[in-house]
């Protein structure tokens, strides 16, 4: 670390009066952790890490070393916008490394930084642009259905009013995070909430998206309103995506561009979107890797069942936007199956690791599906060969645990961690009885 | 500044200019890179430098880059191009102190020569950057605007810094990457970008045109003196 970026932090400690430092990082989850350490013990961990026992951390246990060592980012060290009486906080993200100082190959955030290392190396650095959906509830009852915000009289204030204000709160907080955002405006559901954040580098983003969680979470909690990330909470309202616009860049100019196709797609950004489409299944357990994941991919809410792409078609995985005005940086594709409840920093990794795939072998991109696929039948779809999304998190398990594309992006701890925790996750699942089999069947059989 | 040792480029030293700084009795070695300068600089660092860019305007300035590219930068730095190659300043402003046109009058530079010594002696470096409510303080890296403290990483800082300190003047992202991030950057040259939005972000909607975006050029921070 550069010298001047160390005294940089140090005398920003000491400068605002800063009580804490919460060391954040990533497990494999992608669930945000943190530790807190005085203003005392910083330089020594900006020198040489802090180490704490990985045990505890979902994904990062191994029986004979447990101590891992955080490793603060100092570029990412940042003066939390909310002061409690007592003073001000920070937080800086952290690589996670063993105690020898190697990346710890169970951290996403070290994944992360590999799949993005590889890519530089032939030229590439990966943008990124995240539009994030989210719903507001009443604070949830146990066992009880969630309770949007316009039902049951909950607020003094109209609900409309609570939540839009609750929203520009959190872009400003965002603002003040270095996270700017694009958009944000109510979802077409009640209660859900979409906010766009503008493109970074994949590595910057997959940070901005954990802070971004957290933010939201933080700030509907202070008005006692719980904002939630679940993919679908509701039976028959559409569920929350994180559709992903993608670009890569070589230097300053956009390698999806092209001023001589008709839509503007270089071929790299074919041979991309083409890696795409033919890992997308392999990648849905990563991308999407929830139970209730798959409930959200279903035909009639604007979510992506097919494998297809399109540049207007929103039933696709991936579309082709029309940039603003004459904009080559604005040149891109959007991921549209990836949910708000992944891991960032893994699912960036393996859509990463799929385009690239497919500009290393220059895959054909095969034709657009410029029908609506929710009309077309089996067999229409399928002499269109176009196959659907995994329809489950078991058969999305099955299709990754056969996929070496994914084993290589993700390293074989996270590889066999990860399926292994998310098989527990479907045999619970399988074990419960849902009100579905209870109305249909109780009776009738 | 008797016992202190100034950097000379280009090695050997031309005639003249070693006739002028023996006279007015400075100590000097002639360097001819910044390996050079590196390799041969005394214990307590450089005092200065006089860099003579007319013929080798190439290596002058790499020299100057590296004197001033490093943790404790070397003050102190005078220049001197030929009438031709004064377009050469604009935009370097951060690699030198001082300038003198060539050919040289001896009693000319000795005059910077000393002018240059004694605001520095004087302890007159200027450690705040103000513009508008903007303040910056390149001592305690604190900045603020308004009067309220601003938040901002370290690269933030630093562009803002740059940006600051160079008002109305354009960069591109690419004078603005190798002179603010030094190269080592990892988000590529979009970073520029993305760290620009960041800053307007955090200056708040209402300032967040003190950082324009010059179309197709780059970006320029407020307005240049001489056009207000």
Not at chain 1, 47 to 56: I, K, T
Not at chain 1, 96 to 110: N, V, Y
Request: glycine fraction near 6%; proline fraction near 5%.
């Amino acid at each position: 670390m550069n010298e001047q970026q160390r005294d940089y932090v140090l005398r920003t400690v000491e400068e605002r009066g800063i009580r804490l430092v919460r060391l954040w990082f990533t497990d494999v989850l992608g669930n945000l952790k943190s530790f807190a350490i005085s203003p005392a013990e910083m330089e020594n961990a900006l020198n040489d890490g802090m180490s704490f026992d990985g045990s505890s951390i979902d994904g990062y246990s191994r029986v004979q070393e447990s101590d891992v060592l955080a490793i603060p980012d100092a570029n990412t060290f940042e003066v939390l916008p909310w002061v409690d009486a007592k003073g001000a906080e920070a937080r800086v993200f952290c690589d996670i490394a063993r105690l020898d100082g190697t990346p710890f190959d169970g951290d996403p955030r070290q994944v992360l930084r590999r799949n993005l290392e590889s890519a530089r190396k032939k030229g590439y650095s990966f943008y990124i642009a995240p539009d994030i959906e989210y719903f507001y509830f009443a604070p949830p009852v146990a066992g009880q259905q969630p309770v949007l915000l316009d039902e049951g009289g909950f607020f003094d204030l109209t609900s409309t009013d609570i939540a839009s204000s609750l929203r520009k709160e959190t872009i400003r907080t965002l603002e003040t995070m270095s996270i700017p955002v694009e958009y944000s405006f109510h979802e077409d559901a009640p209660s859900q909430h979409e906010i766009d954040l503008r493109h970074t580098d994949a590595l910057a983003m997959a940070d901005s998206v954990m802070t971004f969680r957290f933010v939201v979470k933080e700030i509907a909690a202070l008005h006692n309103v719980h904002a939630t990330f679940m993919p679908k909470p509701l039976e028959n309202i559409q569920g929350s995506g994180m559709h992903l616009h993608l670009s890569l860049f070589t230097g300053e100019d956009n390698a999806f561009h092209s001023a001589d196709d008709p839509y503007n797609l270089s071929p790299t950004a074919k041979h991309f979107m083409a890696g795409l489409l033919r890992h997308a299944a392999e990648i849905t357990a990563v991308t999407n890797q929830t139970v209730n994941s798959y409930k959200r991919l279903v035909p009639g809410f604007e979510a992506p069942v097919h494998i297809s792409w399109a540049r207007n078609n929103r039933s696709g995985l991936v579309r082709v936007p029309i940039p603003k005005r004459q904009n080559e940086s604005a040149t891109r594709l959007e991921y549209r199956s990836p949910d708000p409840a992944c891991n960032p920093y893994l699912a960036f990794s393996v859509i990463l690791a799929a385009g690239m795939r497919g500009i290393e072998e220059q895959y054909e991109l095969p034709t657009e599906a410029d029908a609506n696929l929710f009309e077309m039948d089996d067999e229409m779809l399928a002499k269109l060969g176009i196959a659907q999304l995994p329809q489950s998190l078991s058969e999305a398990l099955t299709v990754m645990e056969g996929s070496s594309l994914v084993a290589e992006a993700l390293g074989d701890h996270i590889f066999e961690w990860f399926l292994r925790n998310k098989r527990d996750e479907w045999r619970d699942y399988k074990t419960h009885i849902s009100q579905f089999e209870l109305g249909r069947y109780l009776r009738s059989t | 500044m008797a016992d202190s040792l100034l950097a000379v480029f280009p090695s050997p030293a031309p005639i003249d200019l070693a006739r002028t700084l023996d006279l007015a009795g400075y100590r000097w070695k002639a360097v001819a890179s910044g390996a050079e300068a590196a390799k041969s600089e005394p214990t307590d660092g450089w005092a200065g430098a006089v860099v003579m860019c007319d013929d080798d305007p190439e290596s002058g300035w790499a020299l100057c880059r590296s004197l001033r590219k490093r943790d404790v930068p070397v003050q102190r730095v005078l220049v001197m191009v030929n009438g031709t190659q004064l377009a050469d300043l604009e935009m370097r402003d951060n690699l030198f102190d001082e300038f003198c046109l060539t050919p040289f009058h001896p009693r000319e530079l000795e005059a910077r020569l000393r002018h240059l010594f004694w605001t520095q002696l004087t302890g007159k470096h200027e450690m705040l950057v103000e513009y508008g409510g903007l303040v910056l303080n390149l001592e305690t890296y604190q900045s603020s605007f308004g009067g309220q403290a601003l938040d901002l990483t370290y690269m933030e800082y630093e562009l803002l810094k740059f940006l600051a300190q160079n008002p109305g003047k354009v960069f591109s992202r690419e004078i603005l990457l190798s002179r603010v991030w030094g190269y080592e950057y990892f988000g590529g040259a979009r970073t520029v970008d993305v760290h620009i939005r960041r800053l307007r972000a955090k200056l708040g909607e209402e300032h967040a045109n003190l950082i324009q975006t010059v179309r197709s050029v780059g970006y320029r921070f407020g307005q240049s003196k001489w056009s207000v």
